[in-house]
């Protein structure tokens, strides 16, 4: 209950500062268009949907499982209540494919997040914005190791472009950078579990669940930019429309036997984006060998529902229909 009065509360303090902005277009601030990123969450807030995000790892093999193919389909809607406030609904299918044993598979916990943009620059082309996200415990299946708690996650989300940065130094305008800093904490410090052994003796086991620190940035350089306000260098449709993309995806647990040990991966890709989607795919890379020593895939289809349909994706409880929010 006292995690539930966290969220309302949270979302209640966000309705309340609604009014102060007035929008932006979707994933822009100034000149500069933020794609939505794979890996990471991006600052801003919009009418869209992610079908499906395909990611696929073989994890390394630990003393209680074999090592295992993982493959994860999964979906996110995203929905503005105002120009500023916005909240989501992701979910995935995960299939787990041991080198020794059954198959399983089963979805994951539902996660909801609310976001509110509370800062723009328009000349610096700089976005923030604060979120909650919950990872509802019980919803997900125990044969993928669904938690059965919650796990509440409080996030900074960040988006900055460099077209302000001097004509010396004009090929970097293009650059952009976005990130998302995250404290997951669980509703629940440890899981009572049982096992009994070939004598008929219980064993009563409490693990931790740890409190981790969830950190992500993206490093973006988007040739439309490039083409459109710093030099035309001539490159041809579709190619003008690309966005070469790298993504640190990472965590490190505060407190356990791994705290402060960082695990994640870093995913260097491209994404395409046009009037009414983006197309994504990236390389998984793992930093250390804790969870794969393989590199895995992940891909997205991602559509911009608020520009496929404005009068009845953008309609908003708050401020009536916005319209299409790309110019």
Not at 14 to 37: C, D, E, M, Y
Not at 101 to 117: H, M, P
Not at 206 to 217: A, I
Not at 255 to 277: E, H, K, L
Request: charged share 20%; glycine share 10%.
């Amino acid at each position: 209950m006292r995690g539930k009065a966290l969220f309302a509360c949270a979302l209640a303090l966000a309705l309340s500062l609604t009014s102060v902005h007035v929008a932006q277009a979707h994933g822009l601030i100034g000149k500069r268009f933020f794609p939505a990123t794979l890996a990471t969450d991006d600052p801003f807030v919009a009418d869209e949907l992610s079908l499906p995000t395909i990611s696929y790892l073989k994890l390394r093999g630990t003393e209680e499982a074999p090592p295992t193919k993982q493959i994860s389909l999964s979906g996110e809607l995203s929905k503005r209540l105002s120009p500023d406030l916005g909240i989501s609904f992701a979910g995935s299918f995960t299939m787990l494919d041991p080198d020794e044993g059954a198959s399983v598979s089963g979805f994951d916990n539902l996660e909801v997040t609310a976001k509110y943009v509370f800062f723009k620059n328009a000349p610096h082309e700089l976005m923030l914005a604060l979120g909650l996200g919950w990872d509802v415990g019980g919803t997900g299946s125990k044969k993928v190791d669904a938690e059965s708690f919650n796990t509440w996650t409080p996030q900074l989300f960040f988006g900055k472009g460099f077209g302000d940065l001097p004509d010396q130094l004009e090929l970097m305008k293009p650059l952009a950078i976005t990130g998302v800093l995250g404290l997951a904490v669980p509703s629940r410090i440890h899981t009572k579990t049982f096992e009994t052994d070939e004598d008929g003796n219980v064993d009563v086991k409490k693990p931790l669940n740890p409190t981790v620190f969830q950190w992500g940035f993206s490093f973006q350089y988007n040739l439309q930019y490039l083409q459109s306000y710093v030099k035309d260098v001539g490159i041809p449709a579709p190619l003008n429309r690309m966005i070469p993309i790298v993504e640190l995806a990472l965590e490190t647990p505060v407190d356990g036997r791994n705290a402060g040990r960082t695990t994640g991966s870093v995913n260097p890709g491209i994404i395409w984006f046009g009037r009414y989607f983006q197309l994504g795919l990236e390389a998984v890379i793992p930093i250390n060998h804790d969870i794969s020593k393989n590199i895995g895939a992940l891909a997205q289809i991602h559509f911009y529902l608020d520009d496929i349909l404005p009068q009845v994706f953008t309609w908003t409880p708050f401020h009536g229909v916005l319209g299409p929010t790309q110019p």
